[in-house]
């Protein structure tokens, strides 16, 4: 199938992805004074005494904002707000597919951080949750830091947070398949943008001792120029060795290799540099850093991808319903690191010990378990990290 076309097909068909649906019947008068005026003055009146009763008044308490500028969507690019308006439906329809939570796209004609930030504050009031999608680094990083100092629900940039949390479960799982330990492996990333820096830094949090980014300027080191401030802040905490090289000098070695960059960076060569038992996971989209195939033929043990053609898909999908979904059940005020690790691990355990193998690390997307476990698991964290609000 010729996926572009007959999708393109399937819009025009479709014309949108979403719609609302109504949840009470209005066929009487006595309908429409419940629903409406004049009734519906007395709940308007009881959260004006207390906010927090909006959650229960209303669709707040399962209703998410997935908020784009359009800088950075999917493979495109810088295509604008409006043309990112379909990733946004789709991102919606995933959340209700997966999680049973009502998504709201929301695009944005900024790109300045203070508009963003005064927008999104601005209309947090009717959500119980915001997910931030598609925004380029290193914007992202300041919108999300200042919208979770401000706001009183969870703020949570999946292309960030989402992706960190699927990776991690695949990682855990394939340690145990080749038998090493997350204390002592080192671990390779190349991509230092959103996605990078947000596993590079939640790896570090689940254990990780021995890691080196690399991105255009080549492995991320102190004091080098041509560095972000987020990279500046990354290559403090990693590279213990100093190396000053590039993504091959990286690589000799290693065993780990994620990556969050470009197609076809990666050499059969590089890959046979890593120790016995290398984990490889290039993620880049459509056209992974390095194909599959050629990884297994450089002597890679355990091979997964962001495409859903070949074995072990690492798919934002196993993650954000379920952490929406428990965030929601908990009425949190925030997505933590606690309640990340707590998905992370949730997904990994869904894989058990007698199914776990090179070719299966990572429960099927369309398995029914995942959204409940991690929903499960995060409200558990939530409420254990006092976030939880009921």
């Not at 915001?130 to 009183?152: G, H, M, Q, T, W």
Request: hydrophobic share 45%; glycine share 8%.
């Amino acid at each position: 199938m010729n996926y572009a076309e007959e999708s393109l097909k399937k819009h025009y068909e479709w014309r949108g992805k979403i719609e609302v649906n109504a949840r009470v019947e209005v066929k009487t008068r006595e309908d429409l004074s419940l629903a409406y005026t004049p009734g519906v003055a007395q709940p308007c009146l009881e959260i004006q005494k207390d906010e927090d009763k909006s959650f229960a008044l209303t669709r707040r308490w399962n209703t998410v904002a997935v908020i784009t500028d359009g800088t950075a969507v999917l493979g495109l690019g810088d295509i604008g707000p409006v043309a990112g308006m379909p990733v946004m439906e789709g991102k919606a329809l995933l959340f209700k597919a997966f999680g049973d939570v009502d998504a709201i796209p929301i695009c944005i004609k900024s790109k300045d951080v203070d508009e963003l930030v005064r927008t999104i504050y601005l209309i947090s009031g009717s959500f119980g949750g915001i997910n931030l999608e598609d925004i380029s680094a290193p914007r992202c990083f300041e919108v999300e830091r200042r919208l979770k100092e401000i706001c009183d629900i969870p703020v949570f940039h999946d292309d960030q947070h989402g992706t960190a949390i699927v990776l991690a479960a695949a990682l855990l799982n394939a340690l145990k398949v080749v038998k090493k330990e997350i204390e002592k492996v080192r671990v390779v990333i190349n991509g230092a943008g959103s996605a990078g820096i947000a596993i590079a830094n939640f790896l570090l949090g689940l254990g990780v001792t021995d890691m080196i980014v690399c991105d255009r300027i080549g492995t991320l080191l102190t004091g080098k120029d041509g560095m972000t401030v987020p990279q500046a802040e990354l290559a403090a905490k990693t590279n213990r060795a100093g190396l000053d090289g590039t993504l091959a000098d990286a690589l000799c070695g290693a065993d780990v290799f994620i990556g969050v960059s470009a197609p076809g960076i990666v050499s059969k060569e590089m890959i046979a540099s890593m120790n016995e038992g290398a984990i490889v996971f290039p993620m880049a989209n459509p056209t992974p850093e390095i194909m599959p195939e050629l990884a297994k033929e450089g002597g890679a043990a355990v091979i997964g991808t962001g495409r859903s053609d070949y074995n072990n898909q690492i798919n934002n999908v196993l993650a954000f319903p379920g952490i929406f979904r428990g965030a929601l059940d908990a009425r949190a005020t925030e997505i933590n690191e606690e309640m990340k690790r707590a998905a992370a691990y949730a997904i990994a355990e869904l894989v058990s010990d007698e199914e776990l193998s090179a070719d299966y690390i990572l429960p099927n997307a369309f398995d029914e378990r995942v959204g409940k476990a991690v929903a499960a698991a995060v409200a558990a964290a939530a409420k254990a990290t006092g976030a939880a609000r009921i």
